[in-house]
């Protein structure tokens, strides 16, 4: 087509002044052919090289654009006769085998020519667009962070003001968020807490991630609930624009801890005060006593022949006989006394600002008192007991002294003829049990072969499989004949012989493990027993690891039951257990509930399996107490992600309890008692 020389310096001074107007976006002029076709008649250069096609230089459009951008350019440019005023728009370009972004600029532009000449501008937008795509992302991210959180969570402004509050609150505390926008977060808490709030409100706002333990937060119904708050500054361009409050109501914890304390300190049975709570608190006795140089006296009672009185009753109403026993010795109880249960049928008085004379009374009181009869069942039963009497600091500074000497006036009275006390006298050790002599045996126990390993199976109470088992030691000796574990246990912890005998358990017991993956059997698990000395050792876990190498068993078929009392270094404890579990071995805590109860170590310890003690099983089916402690357990466990077995089951209504409650696990002579492994073998593995 041809031009006039007026229509051509017209066209060009129209795109000099196009190209000026817009230096730093991609401009192009296009004129509309007689047969539809278009032809790029201007291009800037960034326009030009973004967009040629490589080796075109033709002027028509569909050889300077590929084709997928010109089919999307020309469908665009085609609706302009709609569009008077022009036509903008996003795009999506496929730039380089790259999608990339553009804002679309049209415009049909009337110069006196013979062509409908159009003005296209493209902006390239894709790097705004992918930074707007992901900041997009975070915000929803951060949104869904909240709105999800399970605890509730409130933004609050400089001003204390609600900003956003997530939907946990309505589920934790039954305000919704509508209700506290816009409200002053301070007013949600009590009188009391509000000094410590505004404490914590203030360091919040110099960027400090704090937390305050103990608070009390409106509930909806008008009640205060404990919670724990922490604060998450909100950081925008290195100033505090407004902070978010995690709000966690902390009474579950609370009534559980308080559940767990109980359980730490008191016996289950009888609500005296156990070995634990006798240990701290005769530490802090004598602590106060040689401060003002007073004596303590510590009178350790043990009912005589008490297992056969048990026997005969039946372990029923053994226990109620028990109890009663127990609140008859508790009345005598004062400010200057304390009494424990320290075993079965033995107790231990701790008598403050004491002497000789008023511990004399003392004792003659306890057994004038033992001498009433006591009632179970509608009948009458008589109870006798003995006494052995150690003093502060005469007979030691330590609880294990004292007590030992204790226990050594008190074998002496019950070989004396029971029923009477004596104080503790030197020349008492000659007359004190050959524990020496047991020992001796007990050294060459190995070597003589006298020691085997039973296995005790472990039920899963929702199929009645059995997978796994307890190994438990036994001892039978060529002078003592068979010694119970009772016996012969304490000697080896004490006289260090521990280590080498759990050494000797923990290989025989991966021997057999070996020998069952070699014939094929099915998958098990055994669990053994470690000494808290043996535990503590330094080397502990390195040793796990070489005797499952040496017999090339598999980690998971190991279980490591460790009793809480070798728990008392958090540190140390932590150590061993990460080391344990980064081996492989399975980690269970055995007797729970009996000694060193706390949350901080089952929050913080790769435990897998929780084992209640059998003292909590007993009478459970009968025993309100006892079932709300072994609920309670069972369900502080399943919450922090733990296994649950019971032990000590012996009737069907445990079972049927503990199924309730949704114990996984539960082992005991119900099941079967401890066999040697030839009947575990017969029975289980064919």
């Not at 360091?203 to 909806?220: K, N, T, V, Y």
Request: aromatic share 10%; glycine share 4%; proline share 3%.
């Amino acid at each position: 087509m041809n031009y006039s020389s007026a229509d051509a310096s017209e066209t060009r001074d129209y795109m000099h002044l196009f190209a000026t107007i817009n230096p730093f976006d991609m401009t192009f002029i296009l004129h509309k052919t007689i047969n539809s076709d278009y032809r790029v008649t201007y291009a800037n250069q960034q326009g030009a090289t973004h967009f040629r096609r490589e080796g075109k230089n033709s002027e028509l459009a569909s050889d300077f654009f590929t084709e997928d951008i010109w089919v999307t350019l020309k469908n665009f440019m085609n609706q302009l006769s709609t569009h008077k005023d022009g036509y903008k728009t996003k795009i999506f370009l496929p730039v380089y085998e790259e999608l990339e972004v553009f804002d679309l600029s049209l415009l049909l532009v009337e110069i006196n020519t013979e062509e409908p000449i159009i003005r296209m501008t493209l902006t390239n937008r894709t790097v705004e667009e992918a930074e707007r795509t992901k900041l997009l992302e975070t915000k929803e991210k951060y949104e869904s962070i909240l709105d999800h959180n399970l605890d509730p969570l409130v933004a609050v402004n400089n001003k204390g003001e609600i900003e956003y509050a997530n939907p946990a609150l309505s589920n934790s505390f039954g305000f919704h968020s509508h209700e506290v926008i816009g409200k002053e977060l301070i007013g949600f808490v009590d009188e009391m807490s509000r000094k410590s709030f505004s404490q914590l409100m203030e360091r919040a706002f110099l960027g400090q991630s704090i937390d305050l333990e103990e608070c009390s937060f409106l509930h909806r119904s008008g009640h205060f609930v404990p919670v724990y708050m922490k604060t998450i500054p909100i950081v925008v361009h290195n100033e505090v624009t407004g902070v978010h409050f995690l709000i966690r109501d902390t009474s579950p914890h609370i009534e559980n801890k308080e559940k767990l304390f109980y359980l730490s300190y008191h016996d289950h049975l009888t609500g005296l005060w156990n070995r634990r709570a006798l240990k701290e608190h005769l530490r802090e006795d004598t602590r106060f006593a040689e401060l003002h140089n007073e004596e303590i006296t510590i009178i350790y009672i043990d009912l005589d022949r008490f297992k056969l009185i048990n026997d005969s009753l039946g372990y029923n109403s053994g226990d109620e006989l028990l109890k009663r026993i127990s609140d008859r010795l508790n009345m005598l109880s004062d400010r200057t006394s304390k009494l424990y249960r320290h075993s079965g049928d033995e107790f231990v008085y701790v008598l403050r600002h004491s002497s000789k004379e008023t511990s004399e009374e003392f004792a003659n009181i306890v057994l004038k008192e033992l001498n009433k009869p006591f009632y179970v069942d509608h009948q009458e039963y008589f109870v006798s007991a003995s006494m052995g009497i150690s003093v502060y600091p005469s007979d030691g500074k330590e609880m294990d002294v004292l007590l030992k000497k204790a226990d050594q006036a008190l074998f002496y009275v019950k070989d004396r003829g029971r029923a009477h006390y004596r104080f503790y006298q030197e020349d008492m050790n000659h007359s004190f049990p050959n524990e020496a002599l047991m020992e001796s045996h007990l050294r060459r126990a190995i070597e003589m072969d006298e020691l085997s390993i039973h296995y005790q199976p472990q039920v899963d109470l929702n199929t009645g499989m059995i997978n796994s088992f307890e190994a438990l030691l036994r001892w039978n000796n060529r002078k003592f004949g068979f010694v119970t574990p009772a016996q012969f246990i304490p000697i080896a912890e004490e006289s260090g012989l521990i280590i080498q005998i759990g050494e000797w358990v923990l290989d025989q017991v991966c021997l057999q493990l070996s020998e069952w993956q070699q014939k094929g059997f099915r998958p098990m698990r055994v669990a053994v027993n470690i000494s808290p000395k043996q535990f503590k050792q330094e080397t502990f876990a390195h040793q796990i690891k070489q005797i499952l190498d040496k017999y090339g068993v598999h980690p998971n078929a190991l279980e490591v039951e460790i009793t809480e009392s070798a728990m008392t270094n958090m540190r140390e404890t932590l150590s061993v257990l990460n080391d344990l579990k980064e081996i492989g071995v399975v980690i269970s805590i055995d007797d729970f509930g009996t000694g060193y109860s706390s949350l901080s170590y089952l929050k913080r310890y790769p435990i897998d399996i929780i084992k209640i003690d059998q003292s909590f099983i007993r009478d459970i089916e009968t025993d309100t107490k006892n079932a709300a402690i072994a609920r309670t357990i069972i369900h502080l466990a399943h919450n922090l992600g733990m296994e649950v077995i019971a032990e000590g089951v012996e009737k069907l209504k445990q079972v049927d309890f503990l199924k309730e409650a949704k114990c996984q696990k539960a082992q005991g002579f119900y099941f079967s008692r401890p066999v040697p492994i030839d009947e575990i073998t017969a029975k289980y593995m064919s």
